[in-house]
T-cell receptor, first 113, second 114 residues
């Protein structure tokens, strides 16, 4: 079985500050890891994904995440927050041969002007 | 611009009524998912299909929910009879098995059962 834990249901950062959203996973097989973003009344949009290869992955809107197997983590970062980053962020896991996504509970990011 | 299309976007219905939600997956995608989002439970997988065949519907209440793919361009999720606890946002997503990567989500159907 696989699972995802997102630490912090709400995170607030000042505009221009570093964004760090935490995600830890549990999987008995090599995982595929994803970050999705959800704006109000919208569907989920893929920010970035890790399947194999380079452990530092870059996504849209300046976000990146690093897969750390030893820490079972896949934290999302952005060097400088923008007001438009305010949204809910979901970490998800699947694995090769089973594309069902298991989602974390989400982190609501608020940007302080 | 390829996208997953869900209809209706909003639905208000009375308890006991049948509800049908529709999804048009991205053309060429062979995997379709139905997720439900609520404040209490977050995002839950209800069912998913590959090449129109159901692979897993273990997350779906069998007595009142049913999911089908009449053809490759249409997936449906039905609730009969609906109950207030079914109020949620229902998302359809599609993907391509051979790439085994991300799922593309529709905008969702917000269901309110009164």
């Amino acid at each position: 079985a696989q699972s995802v834990t997102q630490l912090g249901s709400h995170v607030s950062v000042s505009e221009g500050a570093l964004v760090l959203l935490r995600c830890n996973y549990s999987s008995s097989v090599p995982p595929y890891l994803f970050w999705y973003v959800q704006y109000p009344n919208q569907g989920l949009q893929l920010l970035l994904k890790y399947t194999t290869g380079a452990t530092l992955v870059k996504g849209i809107n300046g976000f990146e995440a690093e897969f750390k197997k030893s820490e079972t983590s896949f934290h999302l970062t952005k060097p400088s927050a923008h007001m438009s980053d305010a949204a809910e962020y979901f970490c998800a896991v699947s694995y090769f041969g089973n594309e069902k996504l298991t989602f974390g509970t989400g982190t609501r990011l608020t940007i302080i002007p | 611009d390829a996208r997953v299309t869900q209809t209706p976007r909003h639905k208000v219905t009375e308890m006991g009524q049948e509800v049908t939600m529709r999804c048009q997956p991205i053309l060429g995608h062979n995997t379709v998912f139905w997720y439900r989002q609520t404040m209490m439970q977050g995002l839950e997988l209800l069912a998913y299909f590959r090449n129109r065949a159901p692979l897993d519907d273990s997350g779906m209440p069998k007595d009142r929910f049913s999911a089908e793919m009449p053809d490759a361009t249409l997936a449906t999720l039905k609730i009969q009879p609906s109950e207030p606890r079914d109020s949620a946002v229902y998302f359809c997503a599609s993907g391509l098995r051979e790439r085994n990567t991300e799922a593309f989500f529709g905008q969702g159907t917000r269901l309110t059962v009164v």
